[in-house]
């Protein structure tokens, strides 16, 4: 008489219409209840056994491929509906486009199993040749981010993805910044604009477009404390952005910093023409009292720039902050003192690696300012 099978050994059954031993066991169950349930088969009983004992182990090291058919296409739309949760709108809309672009159309059909290095090896040396080395990067943090996702759930086996480099790619848009005669008529330029204290806020100071976009009045102070030892000068105090979650790039980049004479005058003028708003009104508005946005400030100072003499199309927002350490830097402020300024760490004057604390408020540039360009003469003429 044969044995019956001990509960949790599983079933063997013999199947006439393939002629093979199929051998079953249940390893767990779903969420929902259901169970789940490994299978294998052989020509003998002890070949279907032997097979499912290495399913069962390749279940339990998490090694098992639930979907052997799952793309890369599978794997990147399952990233961009689910592993991108908080991030800004702005920000899935850019990795969305990425991926229809320059992933999904060269990638997209390979099964997550049989990509190999080799793949991706050839597709990023074949679009290094058409995109710059920041796009290449971006493109390999998707994707390898994308199979992670995957290989976390069981998809995959290993990320091949990560084994690889990412190449050189075309040189990007250079920065560049202003001579002291173009800031000089770029401020006269911007006299009659609805961005003239954001132009010289930004120029002056050096904050970063988006730190600018998110001050309000609350930060602000136009008066200072002239009559304490040592005295606190007018300052702002950049220490929000518009980014998701409000605060700076990082909160390196915190910092309040003393404003120069000029920055003092036309925020003044800002303030008187809102009808002297407190607390979290902002500093910079559209017409309709909401936050601008980079589209805003970029229709609104391409005239500025064309009025300063200047090629519009060659010049952007985030420029003022490169002519800010330049400007300083020509005149005799040493790499050190700049690098507090802009909320940097080091001297390198990189957007990598900010300042995690508040400071107190930072003289240097508004003093520097102030010899450079002087009070605002043309107030009031």
């Known amino acids: 008489m044969t044995k019956r099978r001990s509960r949790g050994d599983g079933g063997l059954h013999w199947d006439e219409a393939r002629q093979r031993w199929i ?32 399913k069962i182990r390749e279940y339990e090291d998490g090694l098992s491929i639930a979907h052997t058919g799952f793309t890369v296409a599978d794997a990147l739309a399952d990233w961009l509906a689910y592993g991108l949760s908080g991030k800004a709108a702005n920000t899935v809309g850019n990795y969305t486009g990425l991926s229809g672009t320059h992933i999904a159309p060269d990638l997209g059909a390979r099964k997550l199993r049989d990509l190999t290095a080799n793949d991706i090896d050839r597709w990023l040396a074949a679009k290094s040749k058409i995109l710059s080395t920041r796009t290449l990067r971006l493109l390999h943090s998707i994707l390898n981010r994308s199979i992670n996702r995957a290989m976390a759930r069981d998809k995959v086996m290993r990320n091949v993805v990560s084994l690889c480099s990412v190449p050189y790619g075309l040189d990007g848009r250079p920065s560049k910044s202003l001579t002291f005669d173009q800031a000089k008529a770029l401020l006269t330029a911007a006299e009659h604009s609805t961005l ?16 600018l976009r998110a001050l309000t009045w609350a930060h602000v102070d136009l008066e200072g404390r002239p009559d304490i030892d040592p005295p606190i000068p007018p300052s702002v105090h950049v220490w929000r952005s518009v980014r998701v979650d409000g605060d700076t790039k990082t909160r390196k980049s915190r910092r309040s910093l003393a404003l120069p004479a000029r920055c003092v005058q036309v925020l003044t003028d800002q303030w008187e023409r809102q009808g002297l708003p407190t607390g979290d009104a902002l500093v910079f508005a559209s017409k309709t009292g909401t936050q601008l946005d980079r589209h805003n400030v970029l229709r609104a100072f391409r005239p500025i720039i064309k009025a300063a003499g200047l090629n519009s199309a060659e010049w952007t927002p985030r420029e003022l902050r490169h002519s800010f350490v330049s400007l300083l830097s020509d005149n005799g402020m040493s790499l050190e003192e700049i690098a507090d300024l802009c909320g940097h760490s080091g001297t390198s004057i990189t957007e990598s690696v900010y300042r995690h604390q508040l400071r107190p408020v930072l003289l240097n540039g508004a003093v520097a ?13």
């Open 369 to 381: 300012m102030d010899r450079i360009f002087g009070p605002d003469d043309t107030h009031g003429s």
């Open 196 to 211: 003239h204290a954001y132009v010289v806020l930004s120029l002056l100071t050096g904050a970063r477009t988006e730190e």
């Open 23 to 54: 051998a079953s066991v249940t390893v767990g169950y779903t969420p929902a209840g259901k169970r789940i349930v490994r299978k294998a088969s052989g020509k003998t009983k002890t070949e279907a056994n032997n097979a499912l004992r290495k």
